[in-house]
């Protein structure tokens, strides 16, 4: 099946600081990636639809200046989270849409941030 | 509002048990279904989708699923689970066969020998 990597896969970093969270479709092309966000115990919640060479569709409630989003190429996107605080502790999840005909997604393994 | 609701939590059974996980949803158009295993600090991974046709879904694993429009439902059911399905089980609904997925609260299964 289709390969959907995340990295790094655990990052800790001080409040204040930015993390640079990297989704990559390893053997096909993605021209739409999508963001999740997930608390412990808890469902996840789409963040933001991220398209190939166009701003990224934030779901409302998303601050977009604080969560990043590029998707430069048919194989990458990356969120960004700007001065990170402790509230922004949680595991992020990437998905990637092989086939725009078929939509079948792929998810990534999952990047778990921890701001002290 | 479109939603997916999965009433169970926590689940236990026994190995050699059957499974059933219940999911409902609530959607304006013709939903998209889908089940979704996640192990801990891992990704997700699609046991079985609906779209449309034979309401009776079957997935990897041992693993089906059946839609019943009536009930806005689509729960997932296993005859015999192994310690291995031990893990949180999300519930979705889409648009179409990708996009944008609501996903459930998840259930999280628990197996005992």
């Known amino acids: 099946g289709a390969v959907v990597s995340q990295h790094p896969s655990r990052v800790i970093c001080k409040s204040g600081t930015s993390v640079k969270i990297e989704c990559r479709s390893l053997d096909f092309q993605a021209t739409t990636m999508f963001w999740y966000r997930q608390f412990p115990k808890k469902s996840l919640m789409l963040m933001a639809t991220?398209?190939?060479?166009?701003?990224?569709?934030?779901e409302q409630g998303v601050e977009k200046d604080k969560f990043l989003i590029n998707h430069a190429s048919l194989t990458l996107s990356t969120l960004t989270v700007t001065s990170a605080h402790p509230e922004d502790s949680s595991f992020y999840i990437c998905?990637?849409?092989?086939?725009?005909?078929?939509?079948?997604?792929?998810f990534g393994e999952g990047s778990r941030l921890t701001v002290l | 509002a479109q939603s997916v609701t999965q009433p169970d939590i926590h689940i236990t059974v026994s190995e050699g048990a059957s499974l059933e996980l219940r999911c409902n949803y609530s959607y304006g158009a013709t939903p998209y279904l889908f089940w979704y295993v996640q192990s801990p600090g891992q990704g997700l991974q699609l046991l079985l989708k609906y779209f449309s046709g034979d309401t009776l879904v079957q997935g990897i694993k041992g693993f089906e699923a059946e839609f019943k429009r009536s009930q806005s439902s689509f729960n997932l059911r296993k005859p015999s689970v192994h310690w291995s399905d031990a893990a949180e089980y999300f519930c979705?609904?889409?648009?179409?066969?990708?996009?944008?997925?609501?996903f459930g609260q998840g259930t999280e299964l628990s197996v005992k020998p």
């Open positions: 998905s990637a849409e092989r086939d725009r005909d078929t939509g079948e997604l792929f």
């Open positions: 979705a609904v889409g648009a179409n066969q990708g996009g944008k997925l609501i």
């Open positions: 991220s398209n190939e060479g166009s701003k990224a569709t934030y």
